[in-house]
């Protein structure tokens, strides 16, 4: 594991999220660290390369929360922005390119190919962990949007089932017990 990069992802990412130019606030932070967690434990799972689903999970947001005008192409402007930080630290460029692919095809609302296991890894880790972060969906939907108790719970139902269904079959059943829980909760 190249713990220098991932170190300085850690420190990098945490910056950009605190910044004040980050449209989506310090929430953000914390779906980016469920997904480093969940892509842990879905590389040990799925026998992947876990070095490659780390790094890529920490990077996989960054060109949002760096600019907001990137939001919507997020995931190429991100692939560039890995690239750059990852060449700085004169990583591998097979991993590299893996690493980019994992950043281009995370989007669940973007329905690309994943060739991959750590491509299926980062799509599902991001998609779970949503899971993770009930308290930023309440707020998004009480704060943000000002729904009322029943909108807001329907909102956050709604998004979390779209984000179940967006999971490969295999983490669908890894992930069912937890789906099924947070939703008995809501």
Known sequence: MREDIVKHLKIEVTNRAK???NKFGIGVLY???????????LANKYNADKEICIIAAWLHD???????????????????IADEILNEFKYDKDKIELVKKCILNHRGSIDNKRFSKEEQIIADADSISHFDSIPSLLYLAYKERNMNIEEGKDFVKSKLERSFEKLSDESKIFYKEKFENVMKFL
Request: hydrophobic letters at 40%.
């Open 62 to 80: 960054i060109a949002s929360i760096t600019d907001f005008k990137l939001y919507e192409e997020h995931h190429i402007y991100g692939a560039k």
């Open 31 to 41: 779906h980016i660290e469920a997904v480093v967690r969940n892509a842990e434990i």
């Open 19 to 21: 910044n004040e130019n």
